[in-house]
């Protein structure tokens, strides 16, 4: 999994699509006061995104836990619900935690973002299909769902804990530092 993660964080071919989602997402959720507002420094100390992200995710898991039991369509859909409405001010808070990331971490973003948002679109269908009362299919739309918000959250935690998204310089500065002293010595010939 390593090689594949060092490989999407070497892809500059997601350059330009990572590059444009950050001017679109700089237009809109990255500056003034609202960028500041859904990034979370000014109150928090730190990105908000992370926080936000366990709301629709504790949700849609608790969903897939109803869905295996007999007689709960009622609340696995109100659940379901709830929790993909949460995913708003979560994806709203990324974005503007996106604008700050290094290229690099863009990449894997971007990639983190494609896993969300496909799994946003497969919730808002697996809730149609429970309004019609296709709550098979919603359950399977459902799992599919939750499939591809665990790759993107896995990508999430890549972003935050290997590739120290979100942190301060000095957080950076001090990790760089520790990295250089665990380094191993290089041999001599």
Do not use: C
């Amino acid at each position: 999994m390593r090689r594949l993660l060092a490989k999407l964080e070497g892809a500059g071919s997601l350059d330009g699509v990572a590059d444009r989602l950050r001017r679109v997402a700089g237009a809109t959720f990255g500056k003034g006061r609202l960028g500041s507002a859904l990034h979370g420094t000014p109150w928090f100390g730190h990105p908000l995104h992370p926080a936000l992200v366990q709301f629709p995710v504790g949700a849609w898991m608790s969903t897939a836990v109803l869905d295996l039991l007999p007689g709960t369509e009622r609340p696995a859909a109100a659940l379901l619900t709830v929790g993909t409405a949460a995913a708003v001010p979560a994806l709203a808070t990324g974005l503007a935690d996106y604008t700050t990331l290094s290229r690099e971490q863009r990449r894997v973003a971007l990639v983190h973002v494609g896993a969300n948002t496909a799994a946003f679109g497969l919730f808002v269908a697996s809730i149609a299909a429970r309004a019609r009362g296709d709550h098979s299919r919603g359950r399977t739309l459902s799992f599919a769902g939750l499939g591809l918000a665990g790759l993107g959250a896995y990508l999430g935690g890549h972003l935050a804990f290997s590739q120290a998204a979100g942190v301060g310089p000095d957080v950076r500065q001090a990790l760089r530092e520790e990295q250089r002293e665990e380094a191993p010595e290089p041999a001599l010939p």
